[in-house]
């Protein structure tokens, strides 16, 4: 079965500094797709970042990039010069699989409580 | 383009009521998904719709249903309420292919009394 991991629950970072958040995953899938979601407290999930597991170059979005580490089965979420609107809870997730003709839904890890101090 | 809107933003219920969310994806697309989020058991899928078609469901009990309509709009129903279904329920909408990302609407708080 496909499942994600989020081992740190909460974190802390200083304005302006880089954070990155981890994430590790498992699949006996070859082809898959890596998502990160944004949730402020307002509660909409706000897509961040897309990974493909054929993807040769890692994804860049902005201010986000993601440290994609195939044989090690981890896609971990790097922002850069954080902002005080970044404190929010961050979600890694993963694509499962499809049959029946579905897209196949998404599976979240337990997320990571990001605070930035000013 | 306007994004995933859903409706009510806040429920309050008591046991044994149902209640029907509805969400209208982004113009153009087609699939549209449903999650419940709690604190205890996280972000879980409760089912896909596409051209009216229910064609991924989670491990959900039979209480939860929903439906598509032919402008893609969706719409969830919960019926027999119980406490533990106080939740956020998220709706998601994408194009149609595997690589497609899906976005977000605000959610739907319900709290059941």
């Known amino acids: 079965a496909q499942k994600i991991t989020q081992t740190q629950p909460g974190m802390f970072v200083q304005e302006k500094e880089a954070v990155t958040l981890d994430c590790t995953y498992d699949t006996s899938d070859q082809s898959y797709g890596l998502f990160w979601y944004k949730q402020p407290s307002s509660g909409e999930m706000i897509f961040l970042i897309y990974?493909?597991?054929?993807?040769?170059q890692n994804a860049t979005e902005g201010r986000y990039s993601l440290n994609f580490q195939k044989a090690r089965k981890s896609a971990n979420l790097v922002i850069s010069a954080s902002q005080l609107g970044d404190s929010a809870m961050y979600f890694c997730a993963m694509r499962g699989p499809n049959y029946g003709g579905s897209q196949g839904n998404l599976i979240f890890g337990k997320g990571t409580k990001l605070s930035v101090k000013p | 383009k306007a994004g995933v809107t859903q409706t009510p933003r806040y429920l309050i219920k008591t046991r044994g009521q149902q209640v029907t969310l509805s969400c209208s994806p982004i113009s153009g697309h087609r699939s549209v998904s449903w999650y419940q989020q709690t604190p205890g058991q996280g972000l879980q899928f409760l089912f896909e719709?596409?051209?009216?078609?229910?064609?991924n469901k989670g491990n959900f009990p039979g209480r939860f249903s929903g439906r598509q309509f032919s402008n893609s709009r969706s719409e969830m129903n919960v019926s027999t309420l119980e406490l533990g279904d106080s939740a956020l329920y998220l709706c998601?909408?994408?194009?149609?292919?595997?690589?497609?990302?899906?976005?977000f609407g605000p959610g739907t708080r319900l709290t059941v009394l």
């Open positions: 990974q493909g597991s054929y993807d040769e």
């Open positions: 719709y596409f051209s009216e078609t229910q064609r």
């Open positions: 998601a909408s994408s194009l149609e292919t595997e690589k497609d990302t899906q976005y």
